[in-house]
C-alpha cells in the first residue's frame, strides 16, 4: 500500500481506466466536470463497478451551484446514496451547508448513517463554510472518514497553510485530503508543509472527438484525465515515501 494515497476525479470511463492504469489509489467518480461535479447516472454507477480495478468514491449531489439543498433534493441523495450502498460502493462523496454557511450536521449525520458502512468524504463544501475550524468540528461529529479541502482558497497552493492547521487539529479523528488546483509541479510542497498523506485532483486533459461531417462545421471534446500527469504525480509521491 502506498505512503501517500492519490485520488483522481474521473467524469468518463475513458478518464477513470486512465487514472487507474497510471497510479491512482482510488477514484471519485462525478459527471458534468462544468458544474463541479455531479452525481452520476445510474448506468454509470452500474457499468462502471463492473470494471472497477480501484476503489470508486461516487459524489451525491443533485446539481451545481451552492450545497444548501431542498428537501426533494435531499430525498434524491438519501436514493442515490442507497443506490451506491446496494452496488457495493466503499465510500461516498458528499456535503451539505445551512443558509448560514455552516454545515448541515443534521442532514449530513443522517446520510452518513444511511450510507454506512460506506465511508463518506465531505467534499469542498468546506472550503464555503463561515468557520473552517467548526466545521472541521462539526464534520467530525457527523462522522465523515475524510475532508477535501484547497484551504478555502481557489487553489490549493493558497490555502496551504491553512490545510497544515487542518491536518495538526484533526490529528488521528479524520483525514485531511488537499485538492483543487494539486499538480506533478506543486504536490512535493504541499506534501511537506501540510503533513497530509491523501491528495486529490482531476488531473483534466481534454479530448477532442472527430470532425463533426455535418455543417455545423464543430469539434466536439470531452473532459477526461491525463495520464502522464498522474504518472508524475504518483512518481512524485513516491520519491517522497
Do not use: W
Request: aromatic content about 6%; some cysteine.
Amino acid at each position: 500500500m502506498n505512503k501517500y494515497l492519490l485520488e483522481i476525479a474521473a467524469f468518463t470511463l475513458d478518464g477513470l481506466l486512465t487514472a487507474a492504469k497510471s497510479g491512482a489509489d482510488r477514484i471519485e467518480l462525478c459527471e458534468n466536470p462544468h458544474d463541479g461535479g455531479t452525481t452520476p447516472s445510474y448506468g454509470m454507477l452500474h457499468g462502471i463497478k463492473e470494471v472497477a480495478t480501484i476503489p470508486i468514491f461516487p459524489i451525491i449531489r443533485p446539481r451545481g451551484g451552492d450545497f444548501v439543498y431542498s428537501e426533494y433534493e435531499f430525498e434524491v441523495m438519501k436514493t442515490d446514496i442507497l443506490l451506491c450502498k446496494e452496488l457495493g460502493y466503499p465510500g461516498l462523496v458528499t456535503g451539505l451547508l445551512n443558509e448560514k454557511g455552516e454545515v448541515d450536521i443534521a442532514r449530513t449525520s443522517l446520510l452518513v448513517s444511511l450510507a454506512g458502512p460506506m465511508q463518506v468524504t465531505f467534499h469542498r463544501a468546506f472550503d464555503r463554510t463561515s468557520s473552517p475550524m467548526q466545521a472541521l468540528e462539526d464534520i467530525i461529529e457527523c462522522g465523515c472518514s475524510r475532508i477535501l479541502s484547497s484551504g478555502q482558497f481557489p487553489s490549493v497552493t493558497d490555502g496551504i497553510h491553512l490545510l497544515r492547521s487542518l491536518v495538526e487539529i484533526a490529528g488521528e479523528r479524520i483525514i485531511i485530503m488537499p485538492g483543487s488546483g494539486l499538480n506533478s509541479g506543486n504536490v512535493k510542497e504541499i506534501a511537506e508543509v501540510t503533513n497530509a498523506c491523501e491528495f486529490h485532483t482531476a488531473a483534466r486533459k481534454k479530448i477532442n472527438g472527430a470532425s463533426s461531417p455535418s455543417t455545423m462545421k464543430e469539434v466536439l471534446s470531452f473532459v477526461s484525465v491525463d495520464e502522464d500527469e498522474v504518472r508524475s504525480i504518483r512518481s512524485v509521491l513516491d520519491a517522497l515515501a
